[in-house]
């Protein structure tokens, strides 16, 4: 047996030399950048808020660029996902969630890589970058750094990885100018030490970030056609779902506050990659389910698969406190 103790304080001095080698050399982009990253393992909503910051900033007559990892795509990059008119790569290639943000977001320019300083140098014409899933890509200055904090799933046990959900100490959020709550019992500032006292952590005394709540909002449901459906033909129905998300119990919780009764659901890892195989078993364990329900960023990756043709897809919102985006874009 491995001492947990030991490993997770290994991962933190291994962490900490990272952030420091990093941060001394810290390279800087000549327009305004945006970081959206978390400080758990697995979803907090990053995507959606992603997207959300994207479209405000085209609404407000600016050419954003999203700069992201494209965590499991073959290409290492940097290379475009899309230059403003959809994508040029597939889920295989790219990672599912730069296709899906691609998808979303057919004007502006999406570049994947590791290294988001030499990624950003490909971008033709933005005046703002987004990076996404950045809070620890230290390598790069940014002007806003948000994190989003999942509430229902808090700060679990408050340890670092492996002996918990964390990435760093609850100590770093202090680096935050902007936390974003989603699914959240609580507000108000106290929010953070609530969820810190959960976790049986000490709240970190020097947080002075400003907290902004938001929610996921179910817009609709579309079928592989594309053609759009009410959310309320799922009420009171069967639904077998399945997904491969980093919080699926989020999902369920969405598909039965909408009113489904939830006969079954499967769930695959984050990134998942779908075959034959498991569609097939999808199908088995649907039994008599009306419906058969999936994510947006999961049905990206079955869509030229014929067994497709029976999925629905649930297309979410990023809804949020109206004062945030004018803190974000200084306006």
């Not at 491995?2 to 900490?16: A, K, P, V």
């Not at 910051?53 to 999203?66: D, N, S, T, Y």
């Not at 459906?229 to 980093?246: E, K, R, T």
């Not at 009306?290 to 014929?306: A, L």
């Amino acid at each position: 047996m491995y001492d947990m103790n030991i490993i997770e304080h290994l991962y933190n001095i291994g962490l900490t030399l990272k952030r420091n080698r990093a941060t001394k050399r810290q390279r800087r982009l000549s327009c305004r950048v945006i970081s959206v990253g978390n400080i758990t393992l697995g979803g907090t909503g990053k995507t959606p808020l992603v997207i959300a910051l994207a479209q405000e900033a085209l609404r407000l007559g600016l050419r954003p660029c999203i700069l992201t990892r494209g965590y499991r795509g073959k290409t290492r990059g940097p290379c475009f996902v899309s230059m403003g008119n959809g994508p040029l790569m597939d889920v295989a290639e790219a990672g599912d969630e730069p296709v899906l943000m691609a998808l979303r977001l057919p004007q502006v320019e999406v570049i994947k890589g590791p290294n988001r300083y030499e990624a950003a140098q490909l971008s033709q014409n933005a005046d703002i970058f987004i990076l996404d899933d950045a809070f620890q890509h230290f390598a790069l200055h940014r002007d806003i750094d948000i994190v989003l904090v999942d509430c229902l799933r808090g700060f679990g046990n408050g340890r670092l990885f492996p002996a918990g959900p964390l990435r760093e100490p609850l100590a770093q959020l202090a680096r935050a100018n902007i936390i974003v709550t989603t699914r959240s019992d609580i507000t108000g500032s106290d929010i953070i030490t609530t969820l810190c006292n959960r976790a049986g952590a000490t709240c970190p005394a020097d947080i002075t970030t400003e907290i902004y709540n938001a929610q996921h909002r179910p817009t609709c449901l579309r079928s592989s056609d594309g053609k759009d459906l009410p959310l309320s033909v799922i009420a009171g129905q069967g639904v077998f779902a399945f997904c491969g998300i980093g919080n699926p119990d989020a999902f369920r919780l969405t598909l039965q506050a909408m009113g489904a009764d939830v006969v079954g659901m499967m769930t695959f890892p984050d990134h998942h990659r779908y075959d034959n195989s498991d569609l097939k078993k999808i199908f088995k364990k649907s039994g008599n389910a009306q419906w058969i329900i999936t994510t947006e960023k999961d049905i990206i990756k079955i869509r030229q698969n014929p067994l497709a043709g029976k999925v629905l897809c649930l297309l979410i919102d990023f809804e949020i406190d109206g004062g945030f985006y004018k803190r974000v874009f200084g306006i």
